[in-house]
């Protein structure tokens, strides 16, 4: 996915392949001092926007396997 001048690549979180564009992703975007990743989840379907403070108790599940 592009997005402006970033690369945003979609993953699978089950660690599969994705066979077709999914027609939403959820955007993950993580920093740790002057370097910040962005990362898609594939959706089929979003309910509304949320946003999760870096102490919440997902944040490092989400994250973990991208950083």
Same mark, same amino acid.
């Given at each position: ?11 699978? /979180? ?10 939403? !992703? ?5 920093? *740790?001092?002057? $370097? ?5 989840? /594939? ?10 403070? !870096? ?5 490092? *599940?989400?994250? $973990?396997?991208?950083?």
């Amino acid at each position: 996915m592009h997005f402006a001048r970033y690369k945003i690549p979609i993953l699978d /979180p089950f660690r599969g392949d994705i066979d077709s564009h999914p027609n939403f !992703a959820l955007i993950i975007n993580h920093s *740790r001092g002057n $370097r910040f990743g962005l990362y898609g989840y /594939p959706a089929d379907h979003i309910v509304s926007n949320i946003q999760l403070s !870096a102490s919440d108790r997902a944040v490092c *599940r989400i994250v $973990r396997n991208y950083v």
